[in-house]
Protein backbone atom coordinates (compact mmCIF):
# COMPACT_ATOMS: atom_id res chain seq x y z
CA UNK A 1 0.00 0.00 0.00
CA UNK A 2 1.05 3.23 -0.63
CA UNK A 3 0.23 6.01 1.31
CA UNK A 4 2.49 9.21 0.45
CA UNK A 5 5.04 10.74 2.52
CA UNK A 6 4.21 10.77 6.14
CA UNK A 7 0.66 8.88 6.23
CA UNK A 8 0.70 6.25 8.93
CA UNK A 9 -1.57 3.35 7.22
CA UNK A 10 -2.76 0.44 9.90
CA UNK A 11 -1.00 -2.49 7.56
CA UNK A 12 2.17 -0.64 7.05
CA UNK A 13 2.98 1.43 10.93
CA UNK A 14 1.73 -0.54 13.52
CA UNK A 15 0.20 1.89 16.09
CA UNK A 16 0.85 0.75 19.75
CA UNK A 17 -2.64 1.69 20.93
CA UNK A 18 -4.15 -0.46 18.16
CA UNK A 19 -3.64 -3.90 17.76
CA UNK A 20 -3.01 -6.36 15.09
CA UNK A 21 -6.29 -7.94 15.61
CA UNK A 22 -7.67 -4.59 14.13
CA UNK A 23 -5.97 -5.05 11.20
CA UNK A 24 -6.75 -8.17 10.44
CA UNK A 25 -10.62 -7.56 11.33
CA UNK A 26 -10.07 -4.77 8.35
CA UNK A 27 -9.39 -7.71 5.70
CA UNK A 28 -12.74 -9.18 5.87
CA UNK A 29 -15.53 -6.80 4.11
CA UNK A 30 -18.27 -5.73 6.52
CA UNK A 31 -20.93 -6.62 4.35
CA UNK A 32 -19.42 -10.34 3.85
CA UNK A 33 -19.08 -10.06 7.94
CA UNK A 34 -22.53 -9.23 8.88
CA UNK A 35 -25.43 -12.30 9.20
CA UNK A 36 -26.47 -12.58 5.21
CA UNK A 37 -30.13 -12.17 4.77
CA UNK A 38 -31.24 -14.38 2.13
CA UNK A 39 -29.65 -13.53 -1.23
CA UNK A 40 -27.04 -11.82 1.64
CA UNK A 41 -24.20 -13.04 -0.91
CA UNK A 42 -25.41 -11.25 -3.84
CA UNK A 43 -26.54 -7.98 -1.61
CA UNK A 44 -22.88 -8.60 -0.15
CA UNK A 45 -21.34 -8.06 -3.79
CA UNK A 46 -23.31 -5.27 -5.16
CA UNK A 47 -22.68 -3.53 -1.80
CA UNK A 48 -19.05 -3.88 -1.96
CA UNK A 49 -19.14 -2.58 -5.88
CA UNK A 50 -20.87 0.54 -5.09
CA UNK A 51 -18.52 1.01 -2.26
CA UNK A 52 -16.00 0.72 -4.83
CA UNK A 53 -16.91 3.03 -7.27
CA UNK A 54 -17.87 5.94 -4.88
CA UNK A 55 -14.95 5.65 -2.66
CA UNK A 56 -12.73 5.98 -5.99
CA UNK A 57 -14.72 9.20 -7.20
CA UNK A 58 -13.99 10.51 -3.42
CA UNK A 59 -10.23 9.67 -3.53
CA UNK A 60 -10.16 11.61 -6.63
CA UNK A 61 -11.95 14.55 -6.11
CA UNK A 62 -9.97 14.88 -2.87
CA UNK A 63 -6.61 13.29 -3.62
CA UNK A 64 -6.89 16.67 -5.94
CA UNK A 65 -7.84 19.70 -3.89
CA UNK A 66 -6.15 18.17 -0.48
CA UNK A 67 -3.24 21.16 -1.25
CA UNK A 68 -5.90 23.96 -1.16
CA UNK A 69 -8.53 22.61 0.47
CA UNK A 70 -8.10 24.53 4.09
CA UNK A 71 -7.01 27.48 2.45
CA UNK A 72 -10.41 27.55 -0.02
CA UNK A 73 -12.74 26.65 2.37
CA UNK A 74 -11.35 28.30 5.95
CA UNK A 75 -14.31 29.85 7.16
CA UNK A 76 -16.53 26.69 6.36
CA UNK A 77 -14.58 24.54 7.91
CA UNK A 78 -13.57 26.42 11.17
CA UNK A 79 -17.63 27.28 11.68
CA UNK A 80 -18.31 23.32 10.59
CA UNK A 81 -15.78 21.50 12.98
CA UNK A 82 -16.25 24.69 15.88
CA UNK A 83 -19.77 23.33 16.03
CA UNK A 84 -19.00 19.84 15.82
CA UNK A 85 -16.66 19.96 19.03
CA UNK A 86 -19.17 21.89 20.52
CA UNK A 87 -21.26 19.06 21.27
CA UNK A 88 -18.67 17.21 22.94
CA UNK A 89 -17.22 17.13 26.42
CA UNK A 90 -13.90 16.15 25.55
CA UNK A 91 -11.34 14.33 28.51
CA UNK A 92 -7.69 13.46 28.21
CA UNK A 93 -8.69 9.74 28.75
CA UNK A 94 -10.76 9.90 25.78
CA UNK A 95 -10.56 7.67 22.77
CA UNK A 96 -11.86 9.46 19.86
CA UNK A 97 -12.07 8.46 16.13
CA UNK A 98 -12.58 10.77 13.40
CA UNK A 99 -14.44 9.72 9.95
CA UNK A 100 -13.37 11.30 6.95
CA UNK A 101 -10.46 13.65 9.04
CA UNK A 102 -9.53 15.34 5.90
CA UNK A 103 -6.91 17.38 6.71
CA UNK A 104 -7.38 17.02 10.10
CA UNK A 105 -8.74 20.11 11.05
CA UNK A 106 -11.17 18.62 14.26
CA UNK A 107 -8.08 16.31 15.07
CA UNK A 108 -5.79 19.09 15.41
CA UNK A 109 -8.43 21.05 17.46
CA UNK A 110 -9.47 18.28 19.71
CA UNK A 111 -5.69 17.80 20.48
CA UNK A 112 -4.97 21.65 21.63
CA UNK A 113 -8.18 21.65 23.57
CA UNK A 114 -7.66 18.70 25.65
CA UNK A 115 -4.17 17.64 25.22
CA UNK A 116 -3.87 13.62 26.03
CA UNK A 117 -6.78 12.66 24.31
CA UNK A 118 -5.79 9.46 22.20
CA UNK A 119 -7.61 10.57 18.76
CA UNK A 120 -7.61 8.69 15.35
CA UNK A 121 -8.74 10.40 11.99
CA UNK A 122 -9.56 8.08 9.05
CA UNK A 123 -10.30 9.06 5.46
CA UNK A 124 -10.24 7.63 1.91
CA UNK A 125 -8.14 10.38 0.73
CA UNK A 126 -4.11 9.66 0.26
CA UNK A 127 -3.27 13.66 -0.42
CA UNK A 128 -6.16 14.84 2.78
CA UNK A 129 -4.02 12.55 5.14
CA UNK A 130 -0.86 13.64 3.83
CA UNK A 131 -1.67 16.85 4.71
CA UNK A 132 -2.96 15.96 8.11
CA UNK A 133 0.07 14.44 8.99
CA UNK A 134 1.96 17.87 8.39
CA UNK A 135 -0.02 19.24 11.35
CA UNK A 136 -0.32 16.73 13.87
CA UNK A 137 2.16 14.59 16.16
CA UNK A 138 3.60 11.36 14.89
CA UNK A 139 2.33 9.94 17.66
CA UNK A 140 -1.62 10.57 16.51
CA UNK A 141 -2.74 8.08 14.00
CA UNK A 142 -4.08 8.60 10.88
CA UNK A 143 -5.01 5.51 8.47
CA UNK A 144 -6.32 4.97 5.45
CA UNK A 145 -9.77 3.39 5.84
CA UNK A 146 -13.32 3.21 4.76
CA UNK A 147 -16.29 5.07 7.11
CA UNK A 148 -18.36 1.69 5.86
CA UNK A 149 -15.32 -0.40 7.29
CA UNK A 150 -13.87 0.36 10.18
CA UNK A 151 -10.57 -1.10 11.09
CA UNK A 152 -11.07 -1.71 14.67
CA UNK A 153 -11.97 -3.72 17.14
CA UNK A 154 -15.27 -3.75 18.58
CA UNK A 155 -16.08 -1.06 21.44
CA UNK A 156 -13.17 0.96 20.98
CA UNK A 157 -13.84 4.63 21.23
CA UNK A 158 -15.81 6.87 23.70
CA UNK A 159 -16.68 9.12 20.69
CA UNK A 160 -16.58 9.10 16.96
CA UNK A 161 -17.52 12.35 15.13
CA UNK A 162 -17.39 13.25 11.40
CA UNK A 163 -17.90 16.29 9.88
CA UNK A 164 -19.05 17.11 6.34
CA UNK A 165 -18.06 13.42 4.95
CA UNK A 166 -21.79 11.56 5.61
CA UNK A 167 -22.94 12.68 2.09
CA UNK A 168 -20.39 10.55 0.63
CA UNK A 169 -21.06 7.61 2.43
CA UNK A 170 -23.00 5.40 -0.51
CA UNK A 171 -24.38 3.01 2.73
CA UNK A 172 -24.82 5.01 5.52
CA UNK A 173 -26.64 2.25 7.56
CA UNK A 174 -23.73 0.09 6.98
CA UNK A 175 -21.31 2.81 8.54
CA UNK A 176 -23.98 4.01 11.37
CA UNK A 177 -23.56 -0.51 12.38
CA UNK A 178 -20.18 -0.30 12.27
CA UNK A 179 -19.68 3.20 13.94
CA UNK A 180 -21.81 1.47 16.90
CA UNK A 181 -19.73 -1.37 16.94
CA UNK A 182 -16.68 0.39 17.63
CA UNK A 183 -18.46 2.66 20.25
CA UNK A 184 -17.82 1.80 24.15
CA UNK A 185 -21.45 1.53 25.39
CA UNK A 186 -22.53 4.52 26.42
CA UNK A 187 -20.26 5.90 23.79
CA UNK A 188 -21.29 9.45 21.84
CA UNK A 189 -21.22 9.72 17.83
CA UNK A 190 -21.41 13.37 16.89
CA UNK A 191 -22.46 13.65 13.03
CA UNK A 192 -21.93 16.85 11.14
CA UNK A 193 -23.47 17.50 7.43
CA UNK A 194 -25.37 19.81 5.00
CA UNK A 195 -29.10 19.67 5.66
CA UNK A 196 -31.35 19.51 2.98
CA UNK A 197 -34.00 21.85 4.81
CA UNK A 198 -32.19 24.77 3.87
CA UNK A 199 -33.01 25.44 0.13
CA UNK A 200 -29.92 26.21 -1.30
CA UNK A 201 -28.26 23.36 -0.06
CA UNK A 202 -31.41 21.30 -1.11
CA UNK A 203 -30.57 22.64 -4.77
CA UNK A 204 -26.77 21.99 -4.62
CA UNK A 205 -27.65 18.68 -3.81
CA UNK A 206 -29.81 17.56 -6.36
CA UNK A 207 -27.46 19.23 -8.74
CA UNK A 208 -24.22 17.20 -6.99
CA UNK A 209 -26.19 14.05 -7.57
CA UNK A 210 -26.38 14.62 -11.57
CA UNK A 211 -22.63 15.72 -11.90
CA UNK A 212 -20.49 14.70 -9.15
CA UNK A 213 -20.00 10.38 -8.93
CA UNK A 214 -18.90 11.37 -5.44
CA UNK A 215 -21.79 12.89 -4.28
CA UNK A 216 -24.24 10.47 -2.51
CA UNK A 217 -27.41 12.59 -0.96
CA UNK A 218 -28.07 14.90 2.04
CA UNK A 219 -30.91 14.60 4.68
CA UNK A 220 -33.28 16.90 6.54
CA UNK A 221 -33.30 16.98 9.73
CA UNK A 222 -36.68 14.38 9.92
CA UNK A 223 -34.91 12.01 7.55
CA UNK A 224 -31.50 11.91 9.61
CA UNK A 225 -33.55 11.46 12.95
CA UNK A 226 -35.29 8.43 11.77
CA UNK A 227 -32.16 6.97 10.05
CA UNK A 228 -30.32 7.28 13.18
CA UNK A 229 -33.18 5.95 15.39
CA UNK A 230 -33.63 3.27 12.83
CA UNK A 231 -30.05 2.35 13.76
CA UNK A 232 -30.80 2.24 17.30
CA UNK A 233 -29.32 5.40 18.34
CA UNK A 234 -30.96 7.58 21.23
CA UNK A 235 -30.69 11.42 19.17
CA UNK A 236 -29.46 13.47 21.84
CA UNK A 237 -29.90 16.82 20.04
CA UNK A 238 -30.21 17.59 16.74
CA UNK A 239 -29.17 21.40 16.11
CA UNK A 240 -29.69 23.19 12.66
CA UNK A 241 -27.09 26.43 11.42
CA UNK A 242 -25.69 28.30 8.81
CA UNK A 243 -22.50 28.61 8.63
CA UNK A 244 -23.21 30.56 4.69
CA UNK A 245 -26.05 31.85 2.31
CA UNK A 246 -25.34 28.62 1.05
CA UNK A 247 -24.51 26.17 3.42
CA UNK A 248 -27.22 24.87 5.73
CA UNK A 249 -25.65 22.11 8.03
CA UNK A 250 -27.05 20.04 11.32
CA UNK A 251 -25.00 18.57 13.70
CA UNK A 252 -26.71 15.30 15.73
CA UNK A 253 -25.09 13.84 18.81
CA UNK A 254 -26.41 10.27 19.29
CA UNK A 255 -25.65 7.64 21.33
CA UNK A 256 -26.25 3.63 20.05
CA UNK A 257 -28.87 1.94 22.79
C1 LIG B 1 -15.53 17.81 2.90
S1 LIG B 1 -14.22 16.84 3.47
C2 LIG B 1 -14.31 17.10 5.21
C3 LIG B 1 -12.97 16.93 5.87
C4 LIG B 1 -12.96 17.26 7.37
N1 LIG B 1 -13.84 16.40 8.12
C5 LIG B 1 -13.31 18.70 7.58
O1 LIG B 1 -14.31 18.98 8.25
O2 LIG B 1 -12.55 19.55 7.11
C6 LIG B 1 -14.86 15.19 3.32
C7 LIG B 1 -13.82 14.13 3.64
O3 LIG B 1 -14.48 12.86 3.81
C8 LIG B 1 -13.67 11.87 3.22
N2 LIG B 1 -14.54 10.72 2.93
C9 LIG B 1 -15.58 10.68 2.08
N3 LIG B 1 -16.16 9.48 2.09
C10 LIG B 1 -15.48 8.73 2.99
C11 LIG B 1 -15.61 7.39 3.47
N4 LIG B 1 -16.57 6.58 3.01
N5 LIG B 1 -14.74 6.94 4.40
C12 LIG B 1 -13.76 7.77 4.86
N6 LIG B 1 -13.59 9.04 4.44
C13 LIG B 1 -14.44 9.53 3.53
C14 LIG B 1 -13.10 12.55 1.99
O4 LIG B 1 -11.96 11.88 1.50
C15 LIG B 1 -12.80 13.95 2.53
O5 LIG B 1 -11.50 14.04 3.05
Known sequence: MDGGPGVQLLAETPVPAFSRLEARLSQVPAALRAPA???????GVATLAK???????????????AHRYERRWAHYVQATVSKTLAHLDLQPTMRLLDIGCGTGVLLREAERACPGI???????SRAMLTVARRG???TTPLLRANAEELPFRTAR??????SSSFHFWPNPSL????IAR????????VLTDWCDDFLACRVWDR????INPAHQRIYSQDQFHALLSEHGYRVRVLELYKVSWLWGMMTASAVPE
Open 136 to 138: LPR
Open 51 to 65: RRKSSLAVEQEYDRI
Open 118 to 124: AAVGIDL
Open 207 to 210: VLRV
Open 37 to 43: PSGGYII
Open 182 to 189: VLLPGGLL
Open 175 to 178: ALEE
Open 157 to 162: FHVVVS
